[in-house]
């Protein structure tokens, strides 16, 4: 099971931090990751975080996005610099069904609705 | 890219219905299908494009081959009524169709 936390609501030029608590097994294992759904637009895979410690991100938010895990809350943790209403999305927390990089996501959190705005 | 259609699907129960996805380039077989109801986590229906994922009933069925790929429902159930997207993860960065809403006639 996942879930995501964080606060709805982030002003464009800050910083968007969430966070995905998983439960059931531990954030050491497998590759972890965070897609987003702007309204009316498909789903925009991120980025990963790997059980080898690396990191993936899709090259458009290159710079701008950090993926972490903490392994004393068993949660992993989205951060995103500099956000403008563009960034404003449903975003899901997701586990690959493999332990690589070309896998499907075989559990999703329910998604959190982040606003950017004043 | 993906492009997935219909986008609106309007059926009954009982009905079979079909979504489609189409890829830019060969996936390989790469590719998913993911059901997601109103106020539920998205929930993986398919991946290597036919292989059903543990627990999703038998009515569902995936299909396809090289760039092009399909979701099958057979024998509609009211559980059914939902938004199903595609996945490509065979080429970096994954990308996701459009979606499909299949509502109750």
């Known amino acids: 099971h996942l879930e995501e936390s964080g606060p709805g609501l982030v002003q464009p030029s800050k910083t968007l931090s969430l966070q995905c608590t998983v439960s059931?097994?531990?954030?050491?294992?497998?590759?972890w990751t965070w897609i987003r759904q702007a309204p009316g637009r498909a789903p925009e895979w991120i980025g990963y975080f790997s059980n080898k410690a690396i990191t993936n991100f899709i090259p458009s938010l290159v710079g701008r996005v950090t993926i972490t895990v903490d392994t004393s809350k068993n949660q992993f943790s989205l951060s995103l610099r500099s956000v403008t209403a563009a960034d404003t999305a449903t975003y899901f927390c997701?586990?690959?069904?493999?332990?690589?990089?070309?896998?499907?996501?075989?559990?999703w959190g329910q998604g959190i609705f982040v606003t950017v705005a004043p | 890219e993906m492009t997935q259609s219909p986008s609106i699907l309007s059926a009954s129960v009982g009905d079979t219905v079909t979504i489609t996805c189409r890829a830019s380039e060969s996936l390989s077989e790469g590719l998913a299908w993911y059901q997601r109801r109103p106020g539920e986590a998205p929930r993986l229906l398919i991946y290597?494009?036919?292989v059903l994922q543990k627990g999703v009933p038998s009515r569902f069925n995936g299909s396809g081959s090289g760039t092009d790929y399909a979701l099958t429902i057979k024998n509609l159930q009211p559980d059914d009524f939902a938004f199903y997207f595609c996945h490509q993860y065979w080429h970096f960065s994954f990308t996701f169709g459009g979606g499909t809403n299949v509502e109750a006639k």
């Open positions: 997701a586990r690959q069904k493999d332990d690589h990089m070309y896998s499907p996501l075989e559990i």
């Open positions: 059931g097994g531990s954030v050491e294992a497998s590759f």
């Open positions: 290597k494009a036919s």
